[in-house]
């Protein structure tokens, strides 16, 4: 009788053991609580961008609201921030990146050099302060989801071989977050 007493209250004291390892590993590991998926809110502008050895891209859509099936139009600025002079492509390869309202990221590929040769053809010679303006159109025809969808631009730009053209910027550069409403597509009557 004193064993079988002796064992209830051994396993007991083991099940408040375990329990207590339990909650104390889940607060240790964090998983008390998931974070939630980011899912964007805000339409326009979310940041400034980031800078790349002198080069900041800012992306701005033509529209804030676009209908679904239609392309979303932006403007993407290529600027100098640095203190010098530097070729850049005159239409550097761009892609875009983006969340849609469920929080899903995809993107739009383009194919990646590592170098090239650049012409003064291909090229301008960007002075500090001054920007190229591209366009950019990313066709939301795929996409299945209404409301806020968050765009970012890239560029990137191969390493030049022309020994004439020098510096030469190359690199990848990342632009803003940028939110654009879309809407039910409406047909005019």
């Known amino acids: 009788m004193i064993f079988r007493a002796a064992g209830k209250m051994k396993n007991s004291v083991n099940k408040i053991f375990r329990r207590a390892g339990l909650v104390g590993i889940l607060w240790l590991a964090g998983c008390a609580s998931l974070p939630e998926e980011y899912r964007p809110q805000t339409v326009g502008p979310l940041d400034d961008g980031q800078t ?3 080069v900041i891209i800012q992306l701005v859509a033509r529209n804030r609201t676009t209908q679904l099936g239609q392309p979303v139009v932006f ?7 640095s203190n010098h002079a530097f ?3 005159h239409k550097p390869p761009q892609g875009f990146f983006w969340t ?4 899903r990221h995809d993107c739009y590929f383009f194919d990646r050099e ?3 040769y650049f012409s003064k053809n291909d090229c301008v010679l960007l002075q500090p302060g001054h920007e190229i303006a591209l366009t950019g159109l990313v066709d939301t025809a795929a996409f299945s989801q209404l409301g806020i969808t968050e765009f970012r631009a890239e560029i990137d730009v191969a390493r030049n071989t022309n020994p004439e053209l020098t ?3 190359s690199g990848r550069a990342f632009s803003n977050s940028f939110g654009v409403q ?3 597509y409406q047909t005019s009557r």
Do not use: S
């Not at 403007?75 to 921030?81: G, S, T």
């Not at 849609?100 to 929080?103: A, I, K, L, N, V």
């Open 87 to 89: 070729w850049i492509p």
């Open 182 to 184: 879309l809407v039910p």
């Open 167 to 169: 510096p030469c910027w």
């Open 114 to 116: 590592q170098v090239r």
């Open 100 to 103: 849609f309202p469920d929080g």
């Open 52 to 54: 790349n050895n002198g």
């Open 75 to 81: 403007q993407v600025v290529v600027r100098n921030i």
